[in-house]
């Protein structure tokens, strides 16, 4: 048989995070350009959701959950309240601190968001039926979820690290 008509076996499978990533940065790209035409972006998605479960966060709270610095957060939230989707009122209990809520607008448009995404989850995970797609996010979440435990000899370490926000399965950097 001719060497060209034999299938070469590749003796290293692409790498597992490799690929991981791919598949998160080619889905954020097109999470992107469903987002664009409601004049959203994914992070500014994430933080819409993450005032929904938990109105009256600060935007110093927030930069913590997403582990960036307070300006960077304090720029997106300028941005979102430009575009009136959320609005920053004086906390009740510290007169100094600047709690952060949907607007009405806001609401709605994270409600388009969510149907939105949705949508594009289904398209992208098409090509696996309903058990592989079942085993993928149990795969992943077991995966997660080892990654999210602390390992016993840091303790010390790892007390600040994994408070109760950075525990929360789904935290994500902006």
Do not use: W
């Not at 989850?121 to 079942?134: F, Y």
């Not at 435990?149 to 994994?162: H, L, Y």
């Amino acid at each position: 048989m001719d060497k060209a008509a034999r299938p070469k076996k590749d003796r290293h499978p692409p790498s597992i995070l490799h690929l991981v990533k791919q598949v998160q940065y080619k889905a954020y790209v097109q999470l992107e350009s469903v987002f664009q035409p409601l004049g959203i972006t994914a992070v500014q998605f994430r933080i819409l959701t993450t005032l929904s479960s938990k109105p009256g966060t600060s935007s110093a709270e927030l930069a913590r959950l997403y582990d960036v610095k307070p300006q960077t957060m304090i720029k997106q939230i300028a941005i979102l309240e430009t575009k009136a989707l959320i609005d920053r009122q004086v906390s009740s209990t510290n007169k100094r601190l600047l709690e952060l809520r949907l607007t009405p607008a806001g609401e709605d448009i994270l409600r388009q968001c969510q149907k939105d995404s949705r949508a594009l989850e289904r398209e992208i995970m098409s090509p696996l039926g309903a058990g592989e797609q079942d085993a993928l996010r149990g795969f992943l979440t077991r995966l997660l979820e080892s990654l999210s435990a602390p390992n016993q000899g840091d303790a010390e370490i790892q007390a600040e690290e994994f408070t109760e926000e950075y525990s929360r399965a789904g935290v994500q950097r902006v």
